[in-house]
């Protein structure tokens, strides 16, 4: 009977201690999402590109079938319906244009010591006006005690065809 009670008792601290951990590494991921947010406003691309994974990093925006058919509208010579880059193209083009800012939405963080993804919907902004919305997916690692990104994965709902409701 005391065996029954120790193993119960080691049982339920491991996983208060797991909780525990899981949530500090939660709090941590939400401020890499905040980071991320203000380095794009403020035009930090130091901050910026300290956030992700120093090797390769996937990068890759989807343009949702409804605005792509608008944009074959306009230009039926572009068929692509997606683009790929990297982070430091991303905040280079950011460094070049006027007041940008990137905001998020409905956030979900799932994640266990090493690995984590991260989904929420997400709204682009230039001078004051939303260029495009949709969703984005990341996925981070943890590399000597820090969460780096290693993928950026949205999907791009043009503004001025379908405006975010």
């Known amino acids: 009977m005391k065996t ?3 193993i119960l008792l080691s049982c339920i601290s491991l996983n208060f201690t797991f909780a525990q951990q899981t949530l500090k590494d939660q709090k941590e991921i939400h401020q890499i999402l905040n980071v991320f947010m203000q380095s794009i406003a403020k035009k930090d691309s130091i901050t910026f590109n300290s956030l992700f994974f120093k090797e390769t990093v996937n990068w890759i925006g989807v343009i ?3 605005s792509q058919a608008k944009r074959l509208e306009a230009k039926p010579t572009i068929t692509k319906n997606y683009f790929t ?3 430091s193209s991303f905040i280079q ?3 070049q244009s006027k007041k940008s800012e990137e905001k998020f ?3 979900i963080i799932q994640n266990d010591d090493v690995i984590a993804s991260v989904t929420f919907d997400y709204s682009f902004w230039s001078e004051d006006s939303m260029t495009n919305w949709g969703e984005e997916y990341w996925q981070l690692v943890k590399i000597n005690g820090k969460w780096k990104i290693t ?3 949205f999907s791009i709902e043009i503004s001025k065809y379908y405006p975010k409701s």
Do not use: D, M, N
Request: aromatic share 6%.
């Open 4 to 6: 029954a009670i120790t």
């Open 64 to 66: 949702k079938e409804k």
């Open 85 to 87: 880059g990297t982070y």
């Open 93 to 95: 083009s950011i460094l």
């Open 105 to 107: 939405e409905k956030i």
């Open 151 to 153: 993928s950026v994965l």
